[in-house]
């Protein structure tokens, strides 16, 4: 099978990673967190990189300069007793063996576990950047400096959702890194990687920046953030945590993970940005925790099938699929169907961009919100919340995936909502509509993504109260293509239905 893998090494994920084995809701997982501390002391530079310069044949006066701000990270995990599960010894129910063992299973002596990988000091007073991959699950931490001192360090922080770190050291006078501005790299731009693979030492790697802004789902089962720069500078197992570079030796990421089809380099290597470094590292040194900041909206990126359903002239922007009561965006006046088309003057691309835009914004600021209504430009403003634990709460683009080539309701089979259906799926009160209890496998409906248990809320805009309403709006559809608003895994979604391109319609 013709497939590539992101890795990313941890425990949660058996495969392979920037870094050796080292061994949420929506805010990070907080180990040894102080709350109210001082703010985080970071070196900034937020000038362009000199891209005038002439090809250099050496980069080994910037190596100089930024090497010594790059850590090796060990990590060891102390052995556990365990109760073994009953699978892991057959006939373990037995009355006999149970009895032998005084009625309980035997205990199993888990193995310590060690690990690898890097880390880029942030302030001269000990605070280090890594990935949480890096550090999850540790007991110790031993940081070794470029110049043979080695510190043991605590954790202040951990944020899964972004797979960092800010872990901390007992010194003073660190070479701290200074860090650029990651949102005035462009693609070309050449950078350094500096890391500890394979535990072999510190060492430098070179290429380009291959992309930005890159989203590879590495960190779906986290509902994670991605933003990643890709890089073909080579990344191994052990450089998790270190860092990437500009000519200018100012820090543009942390190297995270790789995408490869056999757990080595392929030139595919990802770093999360810088912007979103310091965004984190602040909020956990500052307060405890990753503050985010929260719209209340559920929104997705605009297919072209969305965007003629729509009449829209454009697929930049993202579409609001629901309006969370009471939030935000609520008390702003946004409204299910409108477009956010920008953030305080600057534009939104799509639905990933606009998550990326809030959530990096302080509660209680103030957005200006561009927006299109019925196709016509307004403007918003809205004050941000503090982005609550509830799963529901999150703004993402959760179903910008759906396929553009989406089919209608022929091989639909569709049943009131009744007492019985919102008990079995769990439905909030305020969901009214129709519940889809068979699809045909082949039908339009099913390319679209739609399965049974979604309720469909609206069809072409219109309400729908009972499954005979669905019906009856399906056949009053003259086009071959359907605008559904659906209620589908716990969240509202804009789905278009097309069957132009159905069986029944081949000659």
Known sequence: MNTSHASILNRRRAIWAAGLLAVAGVFAALHGAQNSNPAITLKRDAQSV????????????????????????????????????????????????????????????????????????????????????????????????????????????????????????????????????????????????????????????????????????????????????????????????????????????????????????????????????????????????????????????????????????????ALVAEVVPDGPAAKAGLKTGDVITGVNGKPVTDANNLTLTVTAIAPGTKLNLDILRDGKARQLTATTAERPSSRRARTAEMFSKADDDEGVLNGVTVEDLDRDARQQLNLPARVKGAVITAIEPDSAAARAGIRPGDVILEINKQPVTSAQEAVELTSKTESKKTLLKLWSRGSTVFVVVDESGSKKDAS
């Open 50 to 317: 000199n891209r005038g310069q002439l090809e250099r044949a050496s980069f080994s006066d910037v190596v100089k300069r930024v090497a010594p701000s790059v850590v090796k990270i060990t990590t060891e995990t102390k052995a556990r007793r365990v109760a073994a599960r009953g699978n892991e010894f057959p006939g373990l129910d037995d009355p006999m063996l149970r009895q032998f063992f005084g009625g309980r299973p035997p205990e199993m002596r888990q193995q310590p576990q060690s690990g690898l990988g890097s880390g880029v000091i942030l302030s001269a007073d000990g605070y280090i950047a890594t990935n949480n991959h890096v550090v999850e699950g540790a007991d110790t931490l031993t940081v070794a400096l470029n110049d043979g001192r080695e510190f043991t360090a605590k954790i202040i922080g951990r944020d899964p959702q972004s797979d960092l770190a800010v872990i901390k050291v007992d010194a003073k006078d660190l070479p701290a890194l200074t860090l650029a501005d990651s949102s005035k790299i462009e693609v070309g731009d050449r950078v350094l990687a500096i890391g500890n693979p394979f535990g072999i030492g510190e060492t430098v790697t070179s290429g380009i920046v291959s992309a930005k802004g890159r989203r590879v789902g590495i960190l779906a089962d986290v509902e994670g953030y991605e933003d990643f720069i890709q890089t073909d500078a080579a990344i191994n197992p052990g450089n998790s945590g270190g860092a990437l570079v500009d000519v200018d030796g100012r820090l543009i990421g942390i190297n995270t993970a790789i995408l490869s089809r056999t757990g080595g380099f392929q030139g595919v290597g990802l770093a999360v940005p810088t912007n979103m470094v310091s965004h984190v590292a602040d909020s956990i040194v500052k307060t405890g925790k990753v503050v985010r900041g929260y719209l209340g909206v559920n929104i997705q990126s605009i297919t072209p099938a969305l965007a003629e359903s729509f009449e829209l002239k454009s697929r930049d922007g």
